[in-house]
DNA sequence: GGGTGCAGCCTTTTT
DNA sequence: GGCTGCACCC
């Protein structure tokens, strides 16, 4: 077997298994990168790999990612790795971007006209609202209108007949379809493509003209389990030449169903692409063992889920908080009285950048932002309300798509009245009513109109006339004179940003802005500033990398002149937010308030989820409840080393409504501290390391900490349904402040025991610095001996117990070792054989022909022979049943959700045994030797040979142990020196 | 008839 | 905080 000689620099640092997958000269690569486990890292390797090692030329490489965000990290860091601004020539973007970079330069071939818009949300849905109320159509809300038409553009070219049942059932079908129509009708009289529309039509292209992607070498897409139908449909035919395809996923964190992405497209390309390689990463680098160990429980719940490993590299760090509090506002508070408390008893060793809130959605930021106003903590907001989507500076954009697109009525209209001119809504209606009647566009009717060349049936007042013709035709078509001008020989060209000026000038903009929005119009004209600026930077940009050109393809003329307001328009509509990067020097550091979608990928030190009750997660309106529960996963994950998650009891709006404790919660709530960790010296200790900062000697820690300082999490009560002074009378001993002395009275925990675990493996639990206070009292400013030695005696108390909770694990874990050969499986395996129950009412029924498949080779619950074949090479497995239900909660301590496992051992051991934990990562050299041949190819790679490094124990590893308990404990200073550098938080 | 201003409605997540 | 519906004014 072929081992990449690990001395090659960019192998340096990776792990094994990240190595295998960085280096393998497989055609396809599936890696299935649990969170924190290098996943960008190690696609960006090996896109480095391929241009360095393997000697593709930059240009030929396609890297899609699905934010903007991630797109732009990944191209800051292979550019870090690859040198040379050579990253600037690989076609890296997401999906869309690509898209529309294609459509630009060949679109004329598939009939597109090559100054196409792109709509955006808000105005398809402007779109279709209008043809509803014009047509009377009866489809109820015009979001689920869109929607609807989304979902039918994202399903690609394999139509599952489920779906279409599903479809078909809607109600008022024959309204919708029509709605459909006329919308895609305006859409092409205005020359817009939706989002969506963009990858149809580059599918469209890409199948018309495969020589325009005739030099792609290879494809590389991040985040795979995000990919809708549409999106798989384009990776396969970028690489239809040489099949080449790297895919990174986790189905753990696919949190996009609802943009019709498709966990079962893993399946599709394991069987479209026989001879994939899969590659597990496990190791997690980012989190606390804690941290893990309970984002574990909650996403196990899901019992249809493909089973993976997460093995912790770190110690295991204060368990996670589970906090209750009054109200929205007092919540707000409490995060906001944590994130002081961390920062103070941290020495200022974490700052407010390390700090994260995570929110379901982005409407619960209020109460957040405005304790943190209060407290006077600067913050950001990633998602949720977008720079782009303020009223001022839309209207500047829908005035350059004006400019850019004369024919485009729904930016026309948008801007008709703005600054004021004395024309309505029903006035603007009706000129797009006989806009669309006469087969013109709105400014067309109007500059005839004006000219006097065709008088406009809608009646249109003197002074307004008077106003479209001098503020609004005229000063637009000076502008896009001087365009045209400046692409003639002789001119310098017109530039994005004189044109943002001319504009404002020609609108007295200013002026605008303070007439309507007097009390905050200075705010608003900042706003516009920003805007210019961005301008600035976007231009200056593109001159420097002469950004999205594509490579020249002999035989193929691309259009080349979409001018920079083309690309700006478009980078406006496809950007989730302006990139806010140049105002951000090492200024402040900030508090984020993310979206949990926005903070995929991401990680913090410090994360609070504020608000895990049901109806918000999951969410009231959500569809599928799994993807709630991955997307609460998806939060827990992003802590490096605390994490609270928290609710209110009531909520604010109306008359107190109670609020539940999230479903996915409750289970495991007494796994959870009921207030913050005691912050002493072991703790933060800990946190140091899994940060590896270094903690500022306690002395000085001390000296900071302002007078009056709480150090315990104790200014709101525990459980907020008791008036303090009761609280008071329960559990203290008289002593002033009740909640501070409420843990040492052994008050049962929140939810109590009962559902706590069910054997002898609870005790690591309390071992935990936990809500016990020995020294909490001595925990002052003035007794700060005490607490030193307090926190020495911690320290040896916590060495000692886990030094006897290692012994006892590395014991259970060589116990139970033997079976994970046994139960293992491929992922290919297990997508097949639950695709049936992906669908929440399907499982049990067989699965309805999904994608059409030839019968033999539907899912089933025997294993399909030929799969192992091809990816699987674990014998044993291919004899045994399918998981049983008894194993795949194989977790000890844990919640009633699991049980203890009873299959018998088998008679393999496995080989790499020195790792007590059920998985197959690294496998290292002895990956080959079990005995088996390589599989044969059932359908030739277009290059290469066959992968000579597979993962005959890993590949996706079937069902692995949770990785919290039961570890076997590597004692940590050898587990920091376990290669790879963690993550670091990308600063938007 | 049409434009403006105010009160009360709802608010998932993103390209 | 944004959009719709409604009442009032030109």
Redesign the pocket.
């Known amino acids: 077997m072929s081992h990449p000689n690990p001395k090659h620099a960019i192998l340096h640092g990776l792990n094994e298994a990240q190595r295998q997958a960085v280096s393998s000269d497989a055609a396809t690569v599936a890696i299935l990168a649990g969170p924190g486990s290098g996943k960008t890292h190690t696609l960006v390797s090996r896109v480095v790999w391929m241009i360095d090692h393997v000697g593709y030329r930059p240009e030929d490489v396609v890297v899609a990612t ?4 991630a797109a732009r990290e990944m191209k800051q860091r292979i550019g870090k790795t690859l040198g040379n601004g050579r990253e600037s020539k690989i076609i890296l973007g ?4 690509i898209a529309r970079r294609y459509l630009a330069a060949y679109g004329r071939h598939v009939g597109l006209n090559q100054k196409f818009g792109i709509a ?3 105005d398809s849905r402007a779109i279709i ?1 209008r043809i509803c109320k014009k047509l009377q159509l009866s489809v109820g809300d015009p979001r689920a209108a869109r929607a609807w038409i989304s979902k039918k553009k994202a399903r690609g070219a394999e139509t599952s007949k489920s779906a279409d049942e599903k479809a078909r059932k809607a109600p008022g079908l024959q309204d919708l379809e029509t709605c459909y129509r006329e919308y895609q009708n305006h859409l092409e009289k205005s020359n817009l493509l939706d ?2 529309d963009l990858l149809v039509r580059c599918v469209e292209l890409l199948r018309q003209l495969p020589s325009c992607v005739s030099n792609i070498q290879t494809v590389l897409i991040d985040e795979y389990q995000d990919t809708n139908g549409v999106q798989y449909d384009l990776m396969k035919l970028f690489a239809q030449r040489r099949q080449r395809i790297t895919i990174v996923g986790d189905p753990d964190q696919s ?2 169903g ?2 019709s992405a498709e966990i079962r497209n893993l399946w599709k390309l394991l069987r479209e692409y026989r001879a994939t390689v899969e590659i597990s990463l496990e190791e997690n680098y980012r989190s606390s063992q804690s941290i893990l160990d309970l984002s574990l429980l909650v996403i196990q719940q899901d019992t249809k889920r493909y089973k993976k490993a997460l093995k912790p590299v770190h110690n295991k760090g204060s368990r996670p908080v589970l906090r209750r509090l009054k109200n929205a506002s007092a919540e707000a508070d409490w995060i906001v009285s944590e994130i002081k408390r961390v920062t103070m008893m941290s020495g200022s060793m974490l700052t407010h950048d390390d700090v994260a809130v995570l929110l ?4 619960l930021s209020r109460h957040i932002e405005s304790a943190l106003g209060k407290a006077g903590i600067p913050y950001r907001m990633v ?2 309300s977008k720079f782009y989507d ?2 001022e500076i839309k209207t500047i954009v829908n005035y350059l798509r004006v400019i850019y697109q004369p024919e485009n009525n729904d930016a026309l209209a948008r801007v008709m ?1 703005v600054p ?1 001119r ?6 603007i209606n ?1 000129l797009m009513e006989e806009a669309e009647t006469a087969s013109l566009s709105v400014w067309a009717v109007l500059s005839k109109h004006c000219r006097g060349d065709r008088t406009a049936t809608t ?1 249109i007042m003197k002074h ?1 006339e008077q106003k479209i013709s001098g503020g609004l035709l005229r000063p637009l078509t000076d502008i896009r004179k001087r365009i045209g001008e400046a692409s003639g020989p002789n001119g310098t060209p017109f530039g994005l940003v004189q044109m943002i000026e001319q504009l404002l000038t020609a609108l007295d903009f200013q002026n605008h802005l303070q007439k309507v929005y007097a009390d905050d119009h200075e705010q608003r004209w900042a706003n516009v500033q920003e805007f210019v600026s961005l301008a600035t930077d976007f231009a200056r940009d593109m001159d420097r990398t002469g950004d999205d050109s594509l490579p020249e393809i002999e035989g193929l003329e691309q259009t080349k002149d979409d001018g920079v307001l083309a690309r700006f328009l478009s980078n406006v509509s ?1 950007a ?2 302006a990139q806010t990067g140049d105002n951000n020097q090492e200024s402040t550091p900030l508090v984020t308030i993310s ?1 949990i ?2 903070a995929k990928g991401l990680e913090w030190p410090v994360v609070f989820v504020p608000a895990v009750y049901n109806g918000s997660i999951p ?1 009231m ?3 599928d409840g799994d993807e709630e529960r991955r997307l609460l996963y998806v939060a827990m994950t992003r802590a490096q080393s605390l994490l609270y998650l928290s609710y209110p009891l009531f909520s604010f ?1 109306g008359s107190g409504e109670r609020n539940e404790l999230s479903p996915f919660v409750t289970p495991v709530s007494s796994s959870f501290l009921n207030k913050g960790p005691c912050l002493d010296r072991p703790v933060m200790g800990e946190i140091a390391r899994i940060l590896r900062r270094k903690l500022p000697p306690e002395d000085s820690i001390f000296k900071s900490l302002p007078a009056m300082f709480s150090p315990e999490d104790n200014l709101f009560p525990v459980d907020p349904e008791e008036p303090p002074q009761d609280a008071a009378g329960k559990f203290t001993r008289g002593e002033g402040r009740p909640t501070n002395d409420a843990p040492r009275a052994k008050r049962p925990r929140l939810h109590g025991p009962s559902s706590g675990p069910d054997n002898g493996e609870e005790h690591p639990w309390k071992r935990d610095y936990a809500t016990t206070m020995e020294q909490s009292s001595a925990f002052t400013v003035n007794s700060l001996p005490v607490f030193v030695s307090a926190a020495a005696h911690q320290v040896a108390i916590t060495a000692a117990t886990t030094a006897a909770v290692a012994v006892q694990k590395a014991e259970q874990a060589k116990r139970l070792s033997s079976k994970r050969l046994a139960d293992q499986r491929s992922i290919m395996w297990f997508v097949k054989s639950n695709s049936s129950s992906t669908r929440p009412a399907g499982s049990g029924r067989p699965t309805p022909n999904i994608t059409g498949l030839p019968a033999p080779n539907r899912p089933n619950t025997t294993l399909p022979t030929q799969i192992q074949a091809s990816v699987h090479r674990g014998e044993s497995s291919l004899s045994r049943p399918a998981i049983s239900p008894e194993l795949t909660g194989h977790k000890l301590g844990a919640g009633k959700l699991m049980s203890r496992p009873s299959v018998p051992d088998v008679n393999k051991t496995p080989k790499g045994k020195q790792y007590a934990c059920f998985s197959s990562s690294p496998p290292g050299p002895s990956a080959a030797e079990d005995g088996e041949e390589p599989p044969e190819p059932t359908e030739p790679a277009a290059c290469l040979h066959m992968p000579t490094v597979t993962f005959p124990q890993g590949v996706g590893g079937g069902f692995r142990r949770p990785a919290g308990l039961g570890m076997g404990r590597i004692a940590p200073m050898e587990r920091l020196r376990k290669p790879f550098k963690p993550l670091t938080m990308n600063k938007p």
């Open positions: 699905f934010t903007v965000k997401t999906f869309h971007s955006d949300e808000a609202d989002y969506d949190i996009y609802w943009r379901r959605s982005a409407a998602g949720g303020r009223v009245n004021q004395g024309i309505g809504d029903v006035t009706k009646k307004a496809l989730s937010d979206t979608h926005a969410h309106r959500a569809e709006n």
